[in-house]
């Protein structure tokens, strides 16, 4: 066997691959960005803005609880088989999309979908950490965030243009069909696995005596609350996911009744998350020069702004500038969070820490889909837009009173 070298250098050939893997995840929710409540309203008439945003409800949950179960699956079968087992559970979805009868088949749908991206993102996530060691870990983060965040953008884009030009369905899920191939065969074919590396670091580290690594109960309760750091950076996760959720959900709608076309809603759907993908190439590697604790507080600081922004907003100026806002600080906070993971759990138990942290994150999505929906339905769209405003500033403030700074010199 070759010798195991940790570094993004060291390993550049497959961690370009897993940046490619990733970028397909991406596309696999970014095809539904724009459309989806677009096909629940004129399609399926459903009139509820939490009957609405019910599809984020259930991708929401099913991805928290498979992210938590990923860390575990990765640590006992090994990173490669559950990034293959995502991809298969994947295969359904786009035909399931195009052809659902019901709105009860999108939810299974999106049941599936969130399966996938628990075991599929997290495990590009946990072999990126696996292979970058400890010194570039910031700018690791923030290249796999880039890539499937900017390809949420891409296939936002995409899908939006072609239910303006050919109709909802079926024709801009056929997206859906070539990125599940092209993710399944690179998975199966180039991807390798990671696991040694991990067994590499946790020598440098010095191993932990089997007396002493934590039990998966206590890894859950150190990252949710026990930890100072961890839980800040638990918290900070559900709460960007959620103000992320109601963006899904709600923006969409809140466009259209402004007049905005499928076309410039595709547009407006593609700018948050693609400001988001490619912010993370510099935040990430920022985060690694200047730390975690101020890129993460301010960041959520930013998104707050922007959220407010587009409560505000009635033209599509003042929209633009309100997602190029909140794609700016959620690119602060999303690979810094990551980030700040691997500087605190040991290598021994990191993977499982990363997925009670994307479970508590992805969480977020189905949280802040019920809050949304719910204020939506009772107070209006702008009360539900200024109650997660409020929620996005105030866990910056967590941040900044209660966590400390992560960052190995």
Known sequence: MNQIRLGLRENLGQFSL???????????????????????????????????????????????????????????????????????????VPFL???????????????????????????????????????????????????????????????GYIAARHGLRPEPFYLGVAFVAIGLLLSIFAVRETSHHVAQEAAMHGAMAAETLPTQREIFWRTSLRDRNLSSISQAGLVNNLNDGMAWGLFPIVFAAAQMDLARIGTLAALYPATWGIGQLFTGAWSDRVGRKWLIAWGMWVQALGIVAITMGNDFVVFASGAVLLGIGTAMVYPTLLAAIGDVAHPAWRASAVGVYRFWRDLGYAVGALLAGITADLFGLSAAMWLVAAMTFGSGLVVAFRMSETRMP
Do not use: C
């Open 97 to 159: 999309l195009m052809w659902a009868p019901s709105w009860n088949w999108v939810l299974a749908a999106n049941a599936l979908l969130g399966i996938s991206q628990g075991l599929t993102w997290s495990t590009t996530v946990i072999m990126k950490i696996d292979l970058a060691g400890p010194h570039k870990r910031g700018l690791a983060m923030g290249l796999n965030e880039f890539a499937g965040y900017f390809a949420v953008a891409l296939s936002a884009l995409a899908t």
């Open 18 to 92: 897993l940046v490619l893997v990733n970028a397909f995840v991406g596309a696999m929710v970014g095809m539904e960005r724009s459309i989806l409540p677009a096909i629940a309203e004129q399609e399926f008439h459903l009139v509820a803005k939490t009957a609405v945003l019910s599809f984020i409800v259930v991708f929401g949950l099913t991805k928290a609880f498979t992210n938590y179960l990923a860390g575990r699956l990765s640590d006992r079968f090994g990173r490669r088989h559950v990034l293959i087992a995502g991809w298969w559970v994947a295969a359904p």
